[in-house]
Every structure is written in C-alpha cells, then in structure tokens.
C-alpha cells in the first residue's frame, strides 16, 4: 500500500517535506499540493506529478488523499488541523500546532470527540539521534536525576519578517517541546531575560532573549535565542546532573587542519542540521498511519508546549515571573 499524501504550502520548508516524501522516505507519494502562491505551487505539482488544488480546503476534502501535512504559514494551521480532523484524515502538522493555546485546546477538543488519534505535530528534534542520546543517558540514571539545562538556540539571520514573540513561539517552542520530553515533566513557572539588543537587529526586534523555565520537580532550564548570531546555526544543550554532566554531540562533520587551524563546518540553517531528524520523523509517520495510528508527538504536546510560549511571552511583556497552570492530560493521551 502507498500512502497518498497531500501537502498544504509549497515554500521553503513544504518544499523539503515534498522532496523528503517522494526521494527519501518509502511507502509514500505526494498526490495534491496547495499554497497561497498558486503559481508557485503549481510549478511543485508539475515537478512531482501531483494535482494543484486552488485551496487547503479542496486539498483535504480530495478522495484520492490519504493523508495531510500542513506546512502553510503558522496562523493557517488550526483551521486545516481542524478541517483533517473532521474529514477523519491523519494531518503532520508543523509547528507551532497553533498560533494560541485556544485554539490548541479546540484541536485537542476536536480529536478527543473524533475518538481517534490523528495528529501529530512537526517537533522533528525529538527524532535527532543526538537529543535521543541524551534521553536515553538520563533515563538510564547515569548522571542522576537531572538539576539544571543549559540550552542555546541560534540562527544566522531571521527569517522574513520575524518578530519578537516569534522568537518564542515559532523558535524555542521547539526547546519548549524537546526538553519536556527529555525530562518527563512539565513546567511551573516562565521568564524572559532582556540582554543588550544586537545591533543587527531590526525593525525593533528585541534579540537576543533568555527564556527561564523551571519545572514541576524543581529543575531549572536556561535558553538563549540569538536569531542575528551571524556565524551560522547552532544549537546546544547541556544537562546537569547530580552526578555528571551531558552535552548534546555536534552533528558529525569532518574537521580539517589547515593554515594554522582546526576547523569544522558550522551549518547555515536547520534544514542542514535536522535533515536526518527530518528524514526519521517523516519515515516514522508513514509507517505508523498506514497501520492506521499516530505514533509521534501528539496534538496534547502541540497544545503544552503553546501554554509555556504563552505564559513566556506574557513574562516577557510583564518583566515578571509567571506560573503556567497545566490542565490535565486527558486519558485519551495518557501514555
């Protein structure tokens, strides 16, 4: 059986997930493409033989779709989430699930009502060999229980009009997600530390900023977005324990020697640096949603992790400490 996949946005990053899903991952072909940029999008549809559909919706509602991934721009992705769900269609939905834990919570609502597990949503790190690495050394005990998280989460440049709430909810909700994860626990309280602003920045983008979570055990996290660090893309974690310590590996890569120094290549952007996390989520999915599940993050992570950007924005607004009220996980996620 192929899996019958239809692509909502066609730019940058549906683009990659159309190239994944037709030359790397198996058991999968791209049926239906659809974008705002309808000549963009059907020059993707002519390249890969699929059918242009004018909208989202037309694309969902085609019969011959199995299933939806949904690359559009953030404020689009409750309403084509919500929409696959009706139509009773498994939707990859890239992060974030929602542009607000409202409309999370109706996603969530939606797919509790529909009885079945339907969505999974697009937090690829968890998928990369080096943070399941980390996941593995603190569930085996090997440093203790973790005490503190020291993470760093850079980019070159921003992105097309990138503001500085998307600094939080478009880029360290992926910290947001994967560091839950590694820790098994959610958070209690958020704050968002000002520093120098760049330079560099503009348009009166506030970078860089540090995020402070601490969870309900008591661990204390750190992250530093710089989306103008310039030098390329990087990404760090380091873990702290009671009895050792953890750093997440840099991809492998050759090191060189030459003209007085040891060098290596620091990636550009994310699409080089997570290909592979990229490669194992979508292979991952095909597989769980020909069986007819969802095996990868679900709609209640989408859901947590945009209650923690929400609390985190409002601390950055606030200059103040705020609490994050979690509701209870419904039995239907319950693992």
Known sequence: MTLHVGVIGTGAIGEDHIR???????????????DINMDHAKKIAEKYEATCYATGEELIEAPEVDAIVVASWDPSHAHYVLLAIKFRKFVLCEKPLATSAEDCKKIVDAEIAAQKHLVQVGFMRRFDRGYQQLKTIIENGKIGDPLMLHCVHRNPIPGPKHTTEMSIKNSVIHEIDVLRWLLGEDYKTAQVLLPKSSRLAENGLRDPQI?????????????????????????????????????????????????????????????????EAYDIEFQQWVDAVKQDTVKGPTAWDGYVACITADACTEAREKGTIVPITMPTCPDFYAK
Do not use: H
């Open 211 to 275: 995020v402070l979570l601490e969870t309900q055990s008591g661990v204390r996290i750190d992250i530093e977005s710089f989306v103008n660090c310039q030098y390329g893309y990087d990404v760090q974690c380091e873990v702290v324990g009671e009895t050792g310590t953890i750093r997440l590996p840099d991809p492998a890569t050759a090191i060189m020697r030459s003209q007085g120094a040891r060098s290596y290549e620091i990636f550009s952007d994310w699409s080089d640096r997570f290909i």
């Open 20 to 34: 994944r899903l037709t030359t790397v991952i198996t058991g999968a072909k791209v049926v239906a493409v659809s």
